[in-house]
C-alpha cells in the first residue's frame, strides 16, 4: 500500500485533532506571538520571584508554586486563545494589563527593576505589534 498512514483519509484534519492555528499567518504575526508565549513564560516567571521575595521564612516557596499556579490558571481560563470563558477583547486586555503592570510594579518595588521595565516594556511592544498585525484591511 503507498501513501502513508493517512492514506485513503478525504477532507481535512484525523478525527481529534485540531487545524493549525498559525497556518497561513504571516511570518510576522508568528514571531509576535511566539514573543507573547514568551512573555507569559516571563510573567509566571515575575510572579515566582515577586512572592518568594515578599513572602518570608519558610512558606516563600509554596507560596511562589501557588501563586504562579494561580496566574496560570487564570490565563488558561481567561485569556489563553483556547480559553472556555469567553471575554471582550476590553476585558481581556485589561486583566492582561493588570496582571503585566501589577507584577512590573511589585518587582520594581522589590528592587528588580530592569528586569520590570523590561518585561513591562516589551509586552507593550508586543501587544502592538499584535494591534497591527492584526487588523484587518
Known amino acids: ?7 485513503g483519509r478525504r477532507g ?6 485540531r487545524p493549525d492555528a498559525l497556518a497561513g499567518a504571516s511570518p510576522a504575526l508568528v514571531f509576535v506571538l511566539t514573543a507573547r508565549f514568551l512573555l ?4 509566571l516567571a ?3 520571584v515577586l512572592v518568594h521575595d515578599v513572602v518570608p521564612g519558610g512558606w516563600s516557596w509554596p507560596a511562589a508554586i501557588l501563586a504562579v499556579a494561580a496566574v496560570a490558571t487564570l490565563w488558561g ?11 471582550p477583547a476590553a476585558a481581556s486586555l485589561g486583566i492582561e494589563t493588570v496582571l503585566f503592570a501589577g507584577v512590573g510594579a511589585g518587582l520594581l518595588a522589590v528592587g528588580h527593576g530592569v528586569p520590570a521595565a523590561l518585561g513591562v516594556g516589551l509586552w507593550l511592544l508586543d501587544r502592538a505589534a499584535l494591534a497591527l498585525l492584526r487588523r484587518t484591511p
Not at 40 to 43: G, P, Q, R, T, V
Open 1 to 7: 500500500m503507498t501513501g502513508g498512514p493517512d492514506a
Open 12 to 17: 481535512g484534519p484525523a478525527a481529534g485533532s
Open 40 to 43: 507569559e513564560l516571563a510573567l
Open 46 to 48: 515575575g510572579v515566582a
Open 77 to 87: 481560563v481567561l485569556l489563553s486563545p483556547r480559553a472556555p470563558v469567553g471575554l
